[in-house]
C-alpha cells in the first residue's frame, strides 16, 4: 500500500509553467505504476499522463502532449507532472495514482488505480 501527497499547484497566467509533485510513502513506491489525473468544475476527472515503474513507459492525452512532462525519481520516491506553455483550459484540480502493477494497460482508466493523492489545485488566468 502506498500513500500519496500531491504539491506544487497555484496560480498562474497563460503561457507560464508548473511542476507539480507526488510524493509516496512505502518501500514499494518504485514498483507502481502510476499516473496523474485532473478534473475541472463540472466536469469528470480526466487522464493526463501515465508512466511505469521504472519511467521508461510514458504516455499523455492529446490535450497535453507536447506541453506536460510525466518523470519520477523512485530513490526519492516522488513522481514529477512539468507542465509548460499553460491555458486557462488546464485549470483544474490535478491528482496523483498509483497501481500495484509495473505497468497498467488501462492506464487512463481512473477506476483502475487504487490509491490516490488529495489534489492540487492549478488555476491559469488569461
Known amino acids: 500500500q502506498v500513500q500519496l501527497v500531491e504539491s506544487g499547484g497555484g496560480l498562474v497566467q497563460a503561457g507560464d509553467s508548473l511542476r507539480l509533485a507526488c510524493a509516496g510513502s512505502g518501500r514499494t513506491f518504485g514498483s507502481y505504476a502510476m499516473g496523474w489525473f485532473r478534473q475541472a468544475p463540472g466536469k469528470e476527472r480526466e487522464f493526463v499522463a501515465a508512466?511505469?515503474?521504472?519511467?521508461?513507459?510514458?504516455v499523455y492525452a492529446d490535450s497535453v502532449k507536447g506541453r506536460f512532462t510525466i518523470s519520477r525519481e523512485n530513490a526519492k520516491n516522488t513522481m514529477y507532472l512539468r507542465m509548460n506553455n499553460l491555458i486557462p483550459d488546464d485549470t483544474a484540480v490535478y491528482y496523483c495514482?498509483?497501481?500495484?502493477?509495473?505497468?497498467?494497460?488501462?492506464?487512463?482508466?481512473?477506476?483502475?488505480?487504487?490509491?490516490w493523492g488529495q489534489g492540487t489545485q492549478v488555476t491559469v488566468s488569461s
Open positions: 495514482a498509483a497501481a500495484a502493477l509495473r505497468w497498467i494497460s488501462t492506464y487512463y482508466k481512473s477506476q483502475d488505480y487504487p490509491y
Open positions: 508512466i511505469n515503474w521504472s519511467g521508461s513507459s510514458t
